[in-house]
């Protein structure tokens, strides 16, 4: 969240008391801005009132072409940057935003979400949106296809294909977001904390650009007619059509959370008895080197036979434990293994390395299997041997 630059950190530093006291104003200036906001009727004077209040709490909501937005269009879709898009959006057009996520109640509410009553598939959520976009006089659906909220400096990710099941005509909407000091979006941060950094800060500038319409060809799939609206709206953003999805960020920042934690890190919650302790010869390192050492060290007790300089250096440019295991036993990584006095069992995990053993007293046999690929196999079929291949491996290994 907080820059890295050390003018700007400074910049933030020196900001800090101010940002304190906007942020407890505008806590109470938030509270009258909700009030009135569920007070007055959803029209054109509210719009403008809520907006000019918002103002003063730091959000500026700015538009481009206005004129194109098409007032028979059902459907708006949006790239999702933040986790108030959808009430940015709604101070200059009246649209809802179904609740996806969270237990409905008076926090999905006053958030501004609209609720359906729908728990089960997405196909049940479809058809309740198009019942209820059958009836001109609500208003517009307003649609994050992203389905989960990025900085929107990178790249979009996978557009799912429901929001494009609903109607024949969607509107694209770009949605960028700009604010000093700290950046936009941080994954994995709830709600609050994303609106008391909005308060802290000076000001946040969302630029809302409509796009004109986008009609379902003849004979599309949805999942098609998905992808060419991630295009167009990509080029519009400039930036990248991902094919990552909501899923794998949220698999991304699991894997960022486990490699966060170190095995001797003490746990504030386990007696003193039961933290392990700091190997003594980690004393003096630098906190990175001890992240790497201890990985490293993780690496070493699954594949012994490789050198550890050479698994400090890989994982140096992974950061993660299980890419550097499956780079080595899938020879990305290349290495001579070390070599062990008599009597020590040298662990061949794929018969790849079943020469390196030779010299070793054979009182365990390696498993007769053939050579493990040294690339990545296009056929399925040939992966799921590979796998199966190194999987035997290691399970000899740990029976030896």
């Known amino acids: 969240r907080f820059p890295t630059d050390g003018f700007l950190l400074l910049a933030l530093l020196l900001y800090a008391p101010v940002g304190l006291c906007l942020l407890v104003l505008r806590l109470f200036i938030g509270v009258h801005v909700f009030l009135v906001s569920c007070a007055l009727p959803d029209s054109v004077l509210r719009r403008f009132i809520v907006r000019v209040m918002c103002s003063v709490l730091g959000l500026f909501v700015r538009q481009s072409d206005p004129r194109l937005r098409d007032v028979n269009v059902r459907v708006y879709i949006a790239n999702h940057v933040t986790q108030f898009d959808h009430n940015v959006i709604n101070l200059l057009t009246s649209c809802n935003t179904p609740a996806l996520n969270g ?17 089960g598939s997405r196909a049940e959520l479809v058809d309740s949106l198009k019942v209820y976009s059958s009836h001109r006089g609500n208003p517009p659906l307003l649609l994050f296809p992203e389905e989960a909220a990025t900085n929107g400096r990178a790249g979009l990710l996978r557009f799912s294909s429901w929001p494009f099941s609903i109607l ?13 000091l700290i950046t936009v979006s941080v994954a994995d941060s709830s709600w609050i904390t994303e609106l008391l950094w909005t308060f802290f800060v000076p000001f946040t500038v969302y630029q809302v650009r409509w796009m004109p319409s986008v009609p379902r060809r003849a004979e599309e799939l949805s999942e098609d007619f998905a992808l060419r609206v991630q295009e167009f709206l990509a080029m519009e953003l400039g930036v990248v059509s991902t094919r990552l999805t909501a899923a794998d960020k949220t698999e991304h920042m699991k894997r960022l959370r486990h490699t966060s934690l170190l095995p001797f890190a003490p746990a504030s919650s386990q ?11 980690l004393t003096g390192v630098a906190p990175e080197d001890v992240r790497i050492t201890a990985m490293a060290q993780r690496v070493k007790e699954v594949l012994p036979h490789v050198p550890l300089e050479v698994i400090r250096i890989d994982l140096a440019q992974t950061n993660c434990v299980d890419t550097t295991i499956a780079n080595l036993l899938e020879g990305g990584v290349p290495f001579f293994p070390e070599s062990k006095e008599a009597g020590t069992d040298l662990p061949a995990p794929s018969a790849s390395q079943a020469a390196a053993a030779s010299g070793i007293q054979g009182s365990v046999a390696v498993p007769s299997s053939k050579p493990a690929t040294k690339q990545f196999a296009k056929s399925p079929v040939e992966r799921h041997l590979s796998l199966q291949e190194r999987k035997r491996a290691l399970y000899d290994y740990a029976r030896r």
């Open 168 to 180: 024949d005509v969607v509107q694209p909407v770009a949605l960028q977001v700009q604010r000093p």
């Open 103 to 119: 237990a409905p109640g008076f926090i999905c509410w006053s958030r501004g979400f609209m609720e359906l009553g729908v728990t």
């Open 271 to 281: 007696p003193l008895a039961a933290r392990p302790r700091m190997p003594s010869s």
